[in-house]
């Protein structure tokens, strides 16, 4: 041919793929090398965006290299299709959320197929499809027998728009990660799985990642966030209260620049406060509907109310301290509690600034002189020797560290210890379209797991989405049922399990999806862990860290051989584009704008009128800026190896792209 035709090629050669099965995975074959390479499954939004198409042609390139090699390859693809968005959408459109999810899927396998992708089609699956999310069940149970899974009441992040509970890690600057609602703070019956069990695991293993980048291992590191430090007690100067208060700090070097005691408003000691002070509940009342976020708690004023109470030092008894309820504790840290030195902890400060508490400093900074040094807006938070701290004087921070913990010790009045910033994995979600927890609720027997020949626990086909809230709860007959134990009458758990427990074991399920168990052990002892996987950074710490701690929690319960997930992690830039507004500020296609360019200045036009547009920065592509680019429409005029071959080369791969039609249209050239 004169020139390279898409429309004729590529059709040609996908057809000619698929009916040779060319990209079917062999089966275990210990005599050839392996290579699991697998993408982060979509969302089945029903749109296929340029990210998908950088994303998967980047996975594409891997698999076909190591096809090319020798290698055994099992490149899957599947769908995360639990969640919101359908709920949505059903309520909106009124249409069901299933129907809607699976025409979605069909909609994007069909484009995703047409990316020409070298995947292993057979092995395909949805969250969403009761075999997979029957099985999930089937190890939840196994989990719930190990102890790992425990329901209790507990303050939770509460979507208002979404009507449901939020991860601390779906709070993102005090909002829901999906709706953008302000979140407010309620107490519920939650499920959790006890991932801080696995808090050590989780902090040790991250060395062993040394194909992951080194963001990533340190973002896990910092959100569990594994402390060394001192729990001990202070004793109240008031005699009826003889049990002392508990605090945990981290810096127990700094005790003598200790100027208040501060408790979070959940605390137990704000309750017993409050039960008898109006004023002291109103302020605990308004604690609660603040900031919910540890960022948020960081920028928001630290307030307080003074209990009355005072406690004495450890280390010099005749010292008292005020006992404060402030804003900024957080009540699943340490013991809830926490003793405050202004001179060396910026909030601790800010506090002391605000109620006139004293400001000692304990800590001199090199080259600093004893005689004249004063902290004055930014507390000192970098090295030093202690001062100002009788028997710690001298010592640089860590030896007076382990010196304080010695001497609480010795007199029997704490003790060393480790704490983590990591919380148990909240996993009770109050909506329909999820998968539902397998446990029933018996007046008599309590808590009863579902009984494993009464699996899967499936939806029923007539739910009714018209309005938020939980649809299973409102279902006439679904949560009525009998007890398995005594056969009285019972109520199925109406909370579903948040979507991250469904990706937190897809990439197992994928080395056998025939499996009657939720994981073929020998599938997986061959094909785990998976060789290289792709995705965003911004599951750096909700997938990634939920992926890790089930696979352990499941190698455990003897399911995996394996103990992490994922050997190889690459995290790919994002395909950005150009904004560009009316002068009114309403956004415009891409596809409506004549850019011109003349010298070094460029200048642009609606083609319909002929209006000027404002050229903004180029931004991830989304659909509220409007400055996405159809991948059908660049297929249908360039042909996929074009829009391939541009994502792949514009700019390194861990980078963003820019995306541009003379660049893809130098790509077709």
Known sequence: MARYNPKETEP???????????????????????????????????????????????GDVIARYKRARGFNVLHPMGWDAFGLPAENAAMERGVDPKAWTYDNIARMRSELKELGLSIDWSREFATCDVEYYGRQQAWFLDLFEKGLVYRKEGQVNWDPVDQTVLANEQVIDGRGWRSGAVVEKRRLSQWFLRITDYADALTDDLKGLERWPEKVRTMQENWIGRSRGARFTFHFTDPARPDGLEVYTTRPDTLFGAAFVGVAADHPLAADIAARNPAAAAFVDACRRGAVSEA????????????GLRVRHPFDPSVELPVWIANFILMDYGAGAIFGCPAHDQRDLEFARKYGLPVRPVVLPPGADPATFE???????????????????????????????????AEGAGQGATVFRLRDWGVSRQRAWGCPIPIIHCPACGVVPVPRDALP??????????????????????????????????????DTLDTFVDSSWYFARFTDVEAAE??????????????????????????????????????????????????????QGMVTHETY????????????????TEGRSRRARLAASGEPVVIGDPEKMSKSKKNTVPPGEIFEVYGVDAARLFVLSDSPPERDAQWSNAGVEGAWR
Request: hydrophobic share 40%.
């Open 296 to 307: 948020e708690i960081e920028t928001a004023e630290k307030l307080g109310f003074d209990t």
């Open 518 to 571: 939720a994981i073929h052990k020998a599938a997986a002892d061959y094909w785990l862990p998976v060789d290289q996987y792709i995705g965003g950074i911004e599951h750096a710490v909700l997938h990634l860290l939920y992926a890790r701690f089930v696979t352990k929690a499941l190698a455990d319960a003897g399911q995996l051989s394996v103990r992490e997930p994922f050997a190889g992690l690459f995290t």
């Open 457 to 494: 626990v499936a939806h029923p086909a007539d739910i009714v989405f018209g309005k938020a809230g939980n649809a299973l709860d409102r279902h006439p007959t679904w949560k009525h049922t009998s007890c398995p134990r005594c056969g009285g009458a019972a109520a199925r758990e109406t």
């Open 581 to 596: 507004r009316r002068q009114s500020g309403d956004w415009v296609e891409p596809g409506e704008v004549v850019v011109e």
């Open 375 to 409: 902290v004055g807006d930014e507390a000192w938070t970098g090295s030093g020797v202690l001062f100002n701290s009788g028997f710690l004087d001298g010592l640089d921070i860590e030896s007076a560290k382990a010196a304080a913990i010695a001497r609480l010790e």
């Open 12 to 58: 040609k050669w996908r057809r000619a793929w698929e009916a040779a099965d060319a990209f079917r995975a062999g089966p275990p074959d210990p005599s050839r090398p392996k290579y699991y390479v697998l993408e982060m499954f979509p969302y089945p939004s029903g749109r296929l965006h340029m990210g998908h198409v950088r994303n998967y042609a980047l």
